[in-house]
């Protein structure tokens, strides 16, 4: 158990939000405005695959130097280099939010936004650190939904440029939070950048979402979070208010290493 907590930031994919991939209408839309954007004649489905395969080029990358690069940059060198660059660069902000819907909607996880309005209601300050690409999905959802006023910062890799498991994207965070990395938590499902991150960011404590489902942790010294949860509200068990960070009454209190 951990006293003096003030903060608990969270991850955003595939913490706070997974992505819904039945809505087909929704998936269909973007990536028929994707193709028409770029003026292909390929169909939408066979266009998105293809474009799937350069950006895996691109996150490699942008893994290894972690790094977001701005969307004209990633359309113009990435994705579609032998287009005509002045009408992509035009069009990349739109490019990179379709191509994000391209995959599917997504969505809060259950009970996501009524647990946080609880850790704020004991106390505790909420932000978000998360990696994506595109420099307007994130607000228009936070505007959309009415929840921008619950969180104390955030922090996106594509505005920041920089990505975890940098520290520096962790003290952009604490610093605008206005609270010291010995006072907060960090929740993420990616052990590799999330929890190593915050580790190397000296943060208190680390929350490993691992919901049903989803892929199994491997688990290694350096990425072991304090603990391990399997749906969201059981936060609600480790941050039980003033200030407590209690990693014991979690389902996995003490992962084991593999």
């Known amino acids: 158990m951990k006293h003096g907590i003030k903060a608990v930031f969270l991850d955003l994919g595939g913490t706070f939000r997974i992505v819904d991939e039945t809505n087909e209408p929704f998936i269909r839309e973007a990536r028929s ?7 292909t004649d390929m169909d939408p489905d066979s266009f998105y695959a293809f474009l799937n395969k ?9 893994l290894k130097y972690m790094c ?3 969307e004209s940059m990633l359309w113009t060198r990435w994705l ?3 287009w005509d660059k002045e009408k992509i660069e035009k069009a990349a902000v739109e490019l990179t939010y379709c191509f994000r819907r391209a995959k599917g909607e997504r969505v809060v996880v259950p009970n996501g936004i009524d647990t946080v309005k609880k850790l704020i209601a004991r106390g505790y300050k909420v932000g978000i650190i998360s990696d994506l690409i595109g ?3 994130i607000d228009e959802w936070l505007d959309k939904d009415g929840i921008r006023d619950l969180f104390c910062t955030v922090q996106q890799s594509s505005v920041t440029m920089l990505r975890k498991p940098h ?3 962790y003290f952009l965070a604490l610093s605008d939070a206005g609270v010291r990395p010995e006072e907060s938590c960090f929740v993420g499902d990616n052990l590799k950048r999330d929890i190593i991150g915050a580790k190397q960011s000296m943060f208190a404590g680390t929350v490993g979402a691992e919901y049903p489902g989803g892929l199994e942790f491997k688990l290694t010294e350096e990425n072991r979070p304090d603990c391990i949860i399997h749906h969201f509200e059981e936060l609600l068990k ?8 209690d990693p014991s009454q979690a389902e996995d209190p003490t992962p084991r290493v593999q």
């Open 33 to 39: 405005r994707i193709a028409e954007l770029c003026g």
């Open 54 to 62: 350069r950006y895996d080029t691109y996150r490699n990358w942008a």
């Open 68 to 70: 977001e690069a701005p």
């Open 80 to 82: 579609v280099p032998e």
């Open 135 to 137: 420099t307007i999905e």
């Open 167 to 169: 520290p520096a994207i």
């Open 238 to 245: 480790v941050f039980p208010g003033e200030g407590i960070f």
